[in-house]
């Protein structure tokens, strides 16, 4: 079973991607947080910057595109391939209402036709691979097989599906059933994502879909970072690993001139998964998200760990 991280907005940068896989090796490969470029295929120096190779050095990284049109898509794929990428993917899953009502990411299953020209395009152009990950549907996951029709069209790298319609955005329960719609029926290979907390979550996915190869893990794995490890039969987590894993990245964005308050709020970022790893952290949890200065954000830390037990067999609570 190939399992990848997936691209988490605001979480899985360059920097926690390379102290991940340094101090958690086990991920098969990182899907970067989209690039979104304007109409004439610009985009922001942080996006170039995250995917850099000298960045990402050691990882199988795949950048990912967020856009509704083919002309912005190609002119990025062929900046990245002269880093040296050979795939790329395109976001037709993000649910953010902002993005959707752009008409992106998820937005783009409100109108096939134009998902289908969109894709004519790209395939006959790009230079590099293509895999796409997608919700289920924009409403309704009974939606599926009009979309699955588009995508069976092309010759897709991959087939990430996340096993939710858009408005079931990540309460919803994830559909399997429908899920197997995919996987029985399509010419390429097709992963899952949704939903997988712990390395029994896995066990029942697998029994459910012998023929599954490939898994896309992100909110459990943020969340637990030993989670490729431990669904590949490795050792559970502990609170002394985890505890140098948060240092080894506050560490590293202070180093990479990040200023104080920046690097406590992208580590809180972390804490809203983490905390699910101390089921009787509530009070200290509290004080960490409520920190506002360096010093008193590692001493709630601290107190945390050296207060309050981790359960490696905890799972990402929603």
Known sequence: MELSFAPMEGVTYS?????????????DRYYAPFIAPDGSGRFKTGSLRDILPENNRGLRLVP???????????????ELEQLGYEEVNLNVGCPSGTVVAKHKGAGMLADLDALDHCLEEIFTRCPLRVSVKSRMGLNSTAELSEILRVYRRYPLSLL?????????????????????????????????????????????????????????????A?????????????????????????????????????????????????????L????????????????RTLSDYRAAVDMLFSTCALDSGAGFAQ
């Not at 920097?15 to 991920?27: D, M, S, V, Y």
């Not at 559909?175 to 066990?203: C, K, M």
């Not at 030993?226 to 202070?254: S, V």
């Open 15 to 27: 920097i926690f991607r390379t102290t991940h896989a340094q101090l958690f090796p086990g991920a």
């Open 64 to 78: 990912q595109i967020l856009c509704n049109h083919a002309a912005p898509f190609l002119a990025v794929a062929q």
């Open 276 to 291: 699910c790893m101390f089921p009787d952290g509530g009070k200290t949890g509290k004080a960490i998200l409520k920190s």
């Open 160 to 220: 990430i599906l996340h096993a939710r319609d858009r408005a079931g955005m990540y309460k919803s329960t994830p559909d399997r059933e429908s899920f197997a719609l995919a996987l029985e029926g399509s010419p390429f290979p097709v992963a899952y994502n949704g939903d997988i907390f712990t390395p029994a979550d896995l066990q029942l996915l697998a029994d459910r879909f012998p023929t599954l190869t490939q898994v896309m893990l992100g909110r459990g």
């Open 222 to 274: 943020v969340a637990n970072p030993a989670l490729f490890r431990m669904c590949k039969g490795g050792a559970p987590l502990q609170a002394e690993e985890l505890h140098a894993f948060h240092d080894a990245l506050l560490d590293a964005y202070l180093a990479a001139g990040l200023a104080p308050q920046h690097t406590i709020a992208r580590m809180k970022e972390l804490w809203f998964y983490m």
